[in-house]
């Protein structure tokens, strides 16, 4: 049986095959399934709540209403002490160009965005915050359930 494809809207999709169907994202031609990765508010919900509220302060309520929706693609595989990246968008296969911004509201955090679409979130707690430990623990009990990926990688 072959998948059938609807695209829903603007980058989404839903497909359907011989096992059921799951939503995806859309690259192109090419549609990626994300049912089965992990929220971000989720599996990282201090992180995700500082997120939000740092983007609400800083008057982006777009990118804020992303944070409840984007799914965990990889964490970062850099050896670098305390690194608590993750990337929330598949590995896009070419850059972005001109629409690739950072946006680092209230210093909290750093994103990456692309076309106006969360893409990678660099926790930036340089200081003990008074959630760091939450943020560490929540970062270690994702490892090992999405892959990782080194920072060269698009």
Not at 26 to 50: E, N, Q, Y
Not at 55 to 77: K, N, P, S, Y
């Amino acid at each position: 049986m072959t998948a059938r494809i609807r695209r829903t809207s603007v980058g989404t999709a839903r497909v359907w095959g011989r096992y059921g169907s799951a939503r995806g994202r859309t690259l192109g031609s090419k549609v990626i399934v994300v049912d089965h990765l992990p929220k971000l508010v989720d599996a990282l919900p201090t992180l995700a709540a500082a997120l939000r509220d740092s983007l609400l302060r800083e008057g982006d309520a777009e990118l804020a209403a992303q944070v409840d929706e984007v799914r965990i693609h990889a964490t970062c595989g850099c050896d670098e002490e305390g690194c608590l990246s993750v990337y929330v968008a598949a590995a896009r296969g070419a850059p972005c160009g001109d629409t690739y911004r950072v946006v680092m509201p209230d210093a909290v955090v750093t994103i990456g965005v692309c076309a106006e679409q969360i893409e990678y979130i660099e926790d930036g707690v340089l200081q003990e915050a008074d959630d760091t430990p939450d943020r560490r623990r929540e970062y270690r009990a994702l490892e090992g359930t999405v892959p990782t990926r080194l920072p060269t990688d698009l």
